[in-house]
């Protein structure tokens, strides 16, 4: 097969994207290559998945020519040192909002309290351009990235915000620069510098951007974590002798040994011995599963009990976990980036207010009176000025990390700030069972007594023979007789049945406990309890039958109860409208019997992690707006691919890595709080935009000088320069009424 017809996916490392400006002109640079068919970049990692044939060092170059910088990215690599680098922007961009915002506040004291010397007098013709050179330096170094960015876009043929920062600190700087040295000849009224402007403004634009950084959180923590499940050695066998060797060395068809409390290395099938494994990770289920002869065991699942052989059927970038892995990355770099609303209207506003500026000269020039020059300079740089980009720089960033922040005083993380502009558009929510709608933890559900017995003794010799297993539900019984405070008889001649339960002799006594299986194959009769172990199955729980000698003397059920608050929180989430769908790995039955617990009409049972994520897309391809709420391994996918991912806090760090949301206190009643903020967070927003372009729309004409030929009214750059902080003054303000926005109360 030629190169030309063989499709290869390729995935990059970017440095230096600030905006969604930046992802449009990398996808523009990448596309335009010979030989790429699909180009999707991820602003949340800063990287880029390029499909087609194209060479990976003509593909370098191409970012490399549109002004950032890349490397190839192969294998699961470790994203710490990635980790490492966005902690280091974060550090330099609050220094570079530290620097400006002191200089700033400094030269508004001096002028307000009248510290400096009036431009053009004597005293001041060496201290002004001082102060104009310690500008420039601030600029340079606060800056630099804002100017250096425009000019890329500039160059590609794009404006964002980079181009109104840049536009507005430097009109800003070259303004007060030509009052400095053309006082004499300027209008008195146009005789002011604004070099506090120009640093505030980068002061707080730094400060917006770092803390964005900083909310954006570690987006390759979940990456990390599922990277760490899988063990780097593995013990082959090979010529009858055991081997601890690197995983990446292990090939397929090579028998393994797996002793307990070892990861199972790659995919493979059971030769050899029994034991149960801890598949959570795959199908976040809390109970353990049984393994024999056959089965088949998967990589970064945990075996419990026994030592086993196996042989590998799947291995590296094969294995279930590698395609998790996968999947987590495919589902972040594909979600939709939402761009930025004031970036959207960047594109036309730069131009149009450069068009007014350039207009506004060459009227001014021509029709305007002596001395006309003056009037024009000073009438087009107002225009610039008045149109500085503070209060649409601020208008989402800032509504953004006050909603963040008043969601966090209600026990919820926003990680990603999209998530609020997305969460009050959801149509349709996905639930995890087991930790998100359930407990997650196994309890005693019901015990029945059979004869003459008491409840506690059936309880006291459950637990006195469990007492010795390492199973979930042992662990369970044990616990509830500890509650009760019951003291546990001696055990002799213990003896666990995989896939059975457990035998022992107590008070001399032989003791069975287990299911129907065993007491089949130990001849004891439990035909007459059929149906009541049907009714508890069919209620999600898991029936034991406990029997001394040859009598049943007991019944002891073990469950995953729902949480309190899911029936109440699934209410309020329909009544907001949402279509709610529970996805479970665990059984049709048990599926069942917890969604109707907890009101849930629609269920998905028995669904694998990749086939959770298949869910959502399945949705989302009928038009829905898809929010999935998980605490498992598992559910991560999924998390990564919905509109909107909402990892309980109380759940496995991976999870809540992959989220946009985390609800640290573990109940789902914030869910609905969350819906609820976004809506008001996105009306702030809206209302902010507004609010930045009132000032715009109405000043910029009159700092054009529009009502001068009628009212003799010409806008002082001052008066431009007061819009523009009473602009930003309304962008903050109206922001920070989300900290008091009453959230619904649910107690």
């Keep these: 097969m030629s190169l030309e017809n063989t499709t290869i ?186 070099f506090e402007a120009a640093v505030v403004i980068l002061a707080f634009i730094n400060l917006g951007t770092g803390l964005e950084t900083m909310a954006r959180g570690k987006t390759s923590g979940a990456i990390r974590q599922l990277i760490g499940l899988q063990p780097r050695t593995a013990r082959v066998i090979r010529d009858g002798l055991e081997l601890d060797i690197p995983i990446e060395e292990v090939g397929l068809g090579e028998t393994l040994r797996v002793r307990p409390g070892e990861k199972i290395p790659v995919d493979g099938v059971l030769l050899e011995g029994h034991s149960t494994l801890d598949e959570a990770m795959l199908t976040g289920e809390p109970l353990p599963v049984e393994k024999s002869v056959g089965s088949e065991v998967v990589a970064g699942t945990i075996n419990q009990t026994g030592s086993f052989l196996f042989k590998a059927t799947r291995i590296g970038r094969d294995t279930a976990l590698a395609q998790i892995i996968k999947s987590v990355k495919q589902a972040q770099s594909s979600k939709p980036e939402i761009a930025r609303l004031a970036d959207k209207i960047s594109g036309i506003f730069v131009p149009v207010v450069v068009a007014i500026s350039v207009l506004t000269f060459f009227v001014w020039l021509i029709f305007g009176p002596e001395p006309s020059l003056g009037y024009a300079f000073v009438t087009s740089m107002t225009v610039l000025v008045i149109a500085c980009p503070c209060a649409l720089g601020l208008a989402t960033p800032i509504s953004v990390m006050v909603a963040v922040g008043r969601a966090a005083q209600s026990g919820i993380l926003i990680r990603k700030g999209d998530a609020l502009q997305t969460a009050g558009k959801l149509t349709c929510l996905i639930l995890d069972k087991t930790g998100t709608v359930t407990e997650g ?7 029945e007594v059979i004869g003459n017995e008491q409840e506690d003794y059936v309880l006291q010799i459950a637990a006195s023979i469990e007492s010795g297993s390492e199973h979930p539900l042992a662990a369970a019984i044990v616990l509830a007789a500890a509650n009760k405070q019951l003291k546990l008889d001696k055990v002799d001649q213990f003896e666990a049945i995989a896939g ?75 009544n907001q409208g949402l279509r709610i769908i529970m996805v479970t790995g665990d059984n049709q039955i048990t ?84 819906i609820e903020l976004s809506k008001a967070t996105v009306i702030n927003i809206k209302q902010n935009l507004v609010g930045a372009f009132f000032y715009n729309i109405l000043s910029i004409p009159v700092a054009a000088g529009l009502l001068y030929p009628l009212f003799g009214i010409l806008l002082n750059p001052m008066i431009a320069g007061a819009a523009m902080a009473m602009s930003s003054f309304t962008v903050v303000t109206n922001a920070n009424r989300l900290r008091w926005k009453k959230l619904s109360d649910h107690s």
Excluded at 97 to 120: K, N, R, Y
Excluded at 599 to 617: F, M, N, S, T, W
Excluded at 651 to 659: C, L, M, P, Q, R
Aim: hydrophobic letters at 50%; one cysteine or more.
């Design 591 to 674: 599926a069942h019997a917890i969604a109707k617990q907890a009101g849930i009409a629609e269920v998905r049972a028995q669904v694998l992690p990749q086939d959770k994520a298949d869910v959502v897309k399945e949705l989302q391809e009928q038009g829905e707006c898809v929010g999935m709420v998980g605490d498992g391994i598992n559910d991560a996918p999924a998390l990564a691919q919905a509109n909107v991912g909402l990892a309980i806090g109380t759940g496995t760090d991976v999870a809540i890595e992959s989220a946009d949301v985390v609800i640290l206190q573990g109940s789902l009643l914030k869910v609905p709080e969350v």
């Design 9 to 194: 996916e390729r995935r990059l490392s970017i440095l230096g994207m600030r905006c969604a400006g930046c992802v449009s002109a990398i996808e523009g640079a990448l596309t335009g290559i010979k030989g790429v068919t699909a180009v999707s970049v991820n602003f949340a990692d800063h990287s880029a998945i390029v499909i087609g044939n194209a060479d990976p060092e003509v593909l370098i170059q191409a970012v490399i020519e549109a002004g950032f910088d890349a490397a190839l990215m192969e294998g699961f690599e470790d994203p710490v040192l990635q980790e490492e680098q966005e902690l280091q922007r974060y550090r330099l961009l609050m220094k570079k909002a530290g620097v400006a915002g002191v200089f700033g506040a400094f030269l508004m004291l001096a002028e307000h309290f009248s510290w400096l010397p009036d431009i053009g007098t004597k005293t001041g013709q060496w201290i002004w351009p001082e102060i104009a050179l310690i500008t420039l330096s601030i600029l340079v170094y606060s800056g630099w990235h804002f100017y250096s960015g425009a000019m890329k876009s500039l160059l590609l043929g794009q404006a964002t915000m980079d181009t109104l920062i840049a536009l507005g600190t430097g009109s800003a700087w070259l303004y007060s620069c030509i009052v400095l040295d053309y006082s004499e000849t300027l209008p008195a009224l146009a005789k002011h510098a604004y």
């Design 441 to 447: 933890k196994p309890i005693v559900s019901t015990i």
């Design 500 to 574: 059975l339960g457990v035998t022992a002799f107590i008070n001399q006594q032989k003791v069975f406990f287990g299911n129907k299986a065993l007491m089949d194959t130990q001849g004891i009769s439990f035909s007459r309890y059929n149906n009541r172990l049907e009714k508890l199955s069919a209620l999600g729980q898991t029936p034991m039958l406990l029997a001394v000698e040859d009598k049943i003397i007991g019944i002891i059920a073990v469950s995953d109860p729902i949480k309190k608050d899911s029936a109440l929180a699934i209410q309020q989430l329909k």
